[in-house]
C-alpha cells in the first residue's frame, strides 16, 4: 500500500502535516506548528527528510531564523534521525527533547551501534536514514513531564510518555485540543481506515517496551480529552479517541499474549509473526475491514517484524 504522496498541507489551523519521505508515502510524518512568536517543527524523520522540511517552511512562508524550537518525541532514528541535520539549518532554533534520550543526540554513537543491526549494519542504516549529525549540547532543552511552551498563543504541554519507549513524550497542542502522539498512541495508516474508522495498532520495536505503562500512557492522554491526534505513523485523525483507545488496548493485550504463548528456542520469533499477523488481521476484521488483506499485511510487514523483535527482547529482559 504504496499510495502516492501527499504535498505538504494544513490539516488544522496552525498545523501543517510533511510527508517525510521515509520509505513509502504516507508512514512518516514531520509536523510543522505556527504560533504568533514562533514556529517549531514536531518530529525530523531521518536526515534524508530535511530538505522536505525546509522547502515545507519556505512554502509556508516561514524563515528559517523564525524556527524557535525542533521536537522529537522520542529518539528513534525515523523520529529524531534528522535532527542534527535540521538545526543545522536553522540557526535560532533549540532541540526539545526527552531527558533519557537527549544525551543519545547530542552523542549518537550508542544509539547507531544499537540501530545497526536492525537494518543491516552501518551501511544499511546511512542508506534508510543518511548521516545523523550530532547535536550541540548547549541547543537542548530536555523536557520534563508538565513542561509547558508557549509558541504565542499556542500552548504546549509535554508528558511523559513511557511504553513504547521510556524516553517517550507526547506534546498536548492546547489550541488545537490535538496531541503529537510519536508512537506512544500507536500506528494508524490513512490506506487502512474503514467503515469502523481509523484502525490503531500498536508498535513494540525494540527495546524498551512496557506493557503496563504503555497502557497507562494511552489513558492518560485520553483523560486530556484531546480531539485530535497528530500520528508519526501516520496523519492527523480527528474524532472521539475513545474506541481508538479501547482498540490499543485491546491489541496491547493480544501481544502480551502472543509474547507469553510463544514458544521458546529457534521457533520463537516465527511464532511470534505468525500471532501478530493473525492479531493484525483479526483486528481489521473487528474493525469490519473489507479491503485486500494481503495488501493490508503489506502495509504492516515492517512494522510486524519490528514489533516480534520487540516482545523477544521483552521476554528476554523478564
Not at 517549531?40 to 524557535?68: C, F, K, M, N
Not at 532554533?93 to 544509539?111: M, T
Request: avoid cysteine; proline fraction near 8%.
Amino acid at each position: 500500500m504504496s499510495g502516492r504522496e501527499e504535498p505538504p498541507r494544513e490539516v488544522a489551523p496552525g498545523v501543517v502535516l510533511v510527508d517525510a519521505g521515509y520509505v513509502r508515502p504516507g508512514l512518516a510524518a514531520s509536523w510543522l506548528l505556527s504560533g504568533r512568536s514562533t514556529a517549531a517543527v514536531v518530529e525530523t524523520g531521518t536526515a534524508l527528510s530535511v530538505p522536505r522540511i525546509l522547502a515545507a517552511l519556505a512554502g509556508r512562508g516561514i524563515a528559517r531564523q523564525d524556527v524557535g524550537f525542533v521536537i522529537v518525541t522520542h529518539v528513534h532514528l525515523d523520529h529524531a534521525g534528522g535532527a542534527g541535520a535540521l538545526l543545522a539549518a536553522l540557526p535560532a532554533a533549540r532541540l526539545v527533547a526527552h531527558p533519557r534520550g537527549a544525551r543519545h543526540l547530542v552523542d549518537p554513537a550508542r544509539l547507531l551501534a544499537g540501530a545497526a543491526p536492525l537494518y543491516g549494519g552501518p551501511e544499511g542504516l546511512r542508506r534508510l536514514y543518511g548521516e545523523v549529525v550530532p547535536v550541540p549540547a548547549e541547543r537542548v532543552v530536555e523536557a520534563s513531564d508538565g513542561l509547558a511552551l508557549d509558541l504565542g498563543d499556542r500552548p504546549l504541554l509535554f508528558l511523559d510518555a513511557p511504553g513504547h519507549a521510556r524516553h517517550h513524550f507526547a506534546v498536548l497542542d492546547r489550541a488545537t485540543r490535538g496531541f503529537f502522539t510519536g508512537d506512544a498512541f500507536g500506528l494508524s495508516y490513512r490506506s487502512l481506515d474503514g467503515p469502523g474508522g481509523p484502525f490503531f495498532f500498536p508498535t513494540t520495536t525494540p527495546v524498551q517496551l512496557d506493557p503496563p505503562a504503555f497502557h497507562a500512557t494511552v489513558d492518560r492522554m485520553l483523560a486530556e480529552r484531546p480531539e485530535r491526534m497528530y500520528l508519526t505513523h501516520y496523519g492527523m485523525v480527528e474524532g472521539d479517541p475513545g474506541p481508538w483507545a479501547a482498540a490499543l488496548h485491546r491489541a496491547i493485550d493480544g501481544h502480551v499474549r502472543a509474547a507469553e504463548a510463544a514458544p521458546a528456542g529457534a521457533g520463537r520469533g516465527e511464532a511470534l509473526r505468525r500471532a501478530l499477523r493473525d492479531l493484525l488481521l483479526g483486528e481489521l476484521d473487528a474493525q469490519g475491514w473489507q479491503g485486500d488483506r494481503a495488501a493490508a499485511l503489506d502495509a504492516f510487514a515492517a512494522d510486524l517484524e519490528l514489533n516480534a523483535r520487540g516482545l523477544e527482547v521483552w521476554l528476554d529482559s523478564r
